[in-house]
């Protein structure tokens, strides 16, 4: 099992940027691919990226491709979502989420989790 807890988010502008972390603890950290998912108000959660673990393979869904990027270090057990060019409807709780499946994309496979963290990006 692995525990995660994550940083950063808050309240920005739009077309600013961001940076969230999520710090893995517990189980060894690369035998596990992450992921970072989002539920905005009044929608259902969706993935916005993932990454394999050792970081060959990512996923990047269309409405944020070209201004997320995701990244890891498996030597601090930490993965990071940096988002540039935020806009409004960016604006969720974002969670960071763990897999010991090779690679994921549905949510239902991910049995680990983070607290979220609040995303808020003003007109």
């Known amino acids: 099992q692995v525990q995660l807890v994550q940083s950063g988010g808050g309240l920005v502008q739009a077309g600013d940027s961001l940076g969230l972390a999520c710090a893995s603890s517990?189980?060894?950290?690369?035998?596990?691919?992450m992921g970072w998912f989002r539920r905005a108000p009044g929608k259902e959660r969706e993935l916005v990226s993932a990454i394999s673990w050792n970081g060959r393979s990512l996923y990047y869904a269309d409405s944020v491709k070209g201004r997320f990027t995701t990244s890891r270090d498996n030597a601090k057990n930490m993965v990071y979502l940096q988002m540039n060019m935020l806009k409004p409807e960016d604006t969720a709780v974002y969670y960071c989420a763990a897999t010991r499946s090779e690679f994921a994309l549905g949510s239902r496979q991910y049995p680990y989790w983070g607290q979220g963290t609040q995303v808020t990006v003003s007109s």
């Open positions: 517990g189980d060894t950290f690369n035998s596990y691919s």
